[in-house]
T-cell receptor, first 113, second 112 residues
Framework: EAQVTQNPRYLITVTGKKLTVTCSQN?????MSWYRQDPGLGLRQIYYSMNVEVTDKGDVPEGYKVSRKEKRNFPLILESPSPNQTSLYFC????????????FGQGTRLTVV | GDSVTQMEGPVTLSEEAFLTINCTYTATGYPSLFWYVQYPGEGLQLLLK???ADDKGSNKGFEATYRKETTSFHLEKGSVQVSDSAVYFCALYMDSNYQLIWGAGTKLIIKP
């Protein structure tokens, strides 16, 4: 089954404790991205990756890191989480062509206290 | 730059009512247009799409027509159900930079 898998689904952590949210897709998509979703602000892109070893900043990259060592995986790293990073996070992947559908993970609800 | 504007919610309707959620866009080229739906507690999933002017996308009773002259892609459904309650996102895709540009989302609440 074609899918994007994020883990964990829920995470509560403390300020400053490094964490990683994993994302994996099984569709051989070139393009992957991370979004955060906050009430009233819609979806905001954090980072994206056009292909292996190619990553770039989205609209709200501060406080986040990513890597793309393999085509299927695109982890999101918070080196020193802060309460303003409490949010709902989504990973998405797609092929890089016009009209293509983006597939989303189930989301990770992160709370930083 | 490219942008998507959709009507603010929440939109509250009774079951079997007619639904319209407005979406307009600004783009320098010829984007593909999408509607995604997010059911409670889930990720986004594609509802329908249109890749060129005058195309009509349809799925699950929902329709939207790509109107280049009015730069719009309004979502419609003739008779909504309680199960349609969700957040709906309009988006455009620019081939020039492989980016999806998102609207803010419209929460739809259907009452029995």
């Amino acid at each position: 089954e074609a899918q994007v898998t994020q883990n964990p689904r829920y995470l509560i952590t403390v300020t400053g404790k490094k964490l990683t949210v994993t994302c994996s897709q099984n569709m051989n998509h070139e393009y992957m991205s991370w979004y955060r979703q906050d009430p009233g602000l819609g979806l905001r892109q954090i980072y994206y990756s056009m292909n292996v070893e190619v990553t770039d900043k989205g609209d709200v990259p501060e406080g986040y890191k990513v890597s793309r060592k393999e085509k299927r995986n695109f982890p999101l790293i918070l080196e020193s989480p802060s309460p303003n990073q409490t949010s709902l996070y989504f990973c998405a992947s797609s092929f890089r062509r016009q009209g293509t559908e983006a597939f989303f993970g189930q989301g990770t609800r992160l709370t930083v206290v | 730059g490219d942008s998507v504007t959709q009507m603010e919610g929440p939109v509250t309707l009774s079951e079997e009512a007619f639904l319209t959620i407005n979406c307009t866009y600004t783009a320098t080229g010829y984007p593909s247009l999408f509607w995604y739906v997010q059911y409670p507690g889930e990720g986004l999933q594609l509802l329908l799409k249109a890749t060129k002017a005058d195309d009509k996308g349809s799925n699950k009773g929902f329709e939207a027509t790509y109107r280049k002259e009015t730069t719009s892609f309004h979502l419609e459904k003739g008779s909504v159900q309680v199960s349609d309650s969700a957040v709906y996102f309009c988006a455009l895709y620019m081939d020039s930079n492989y980016q999806l540009i998102w609207g803010a989302g419209t929460k739809l609440i259907i009452k029995p």
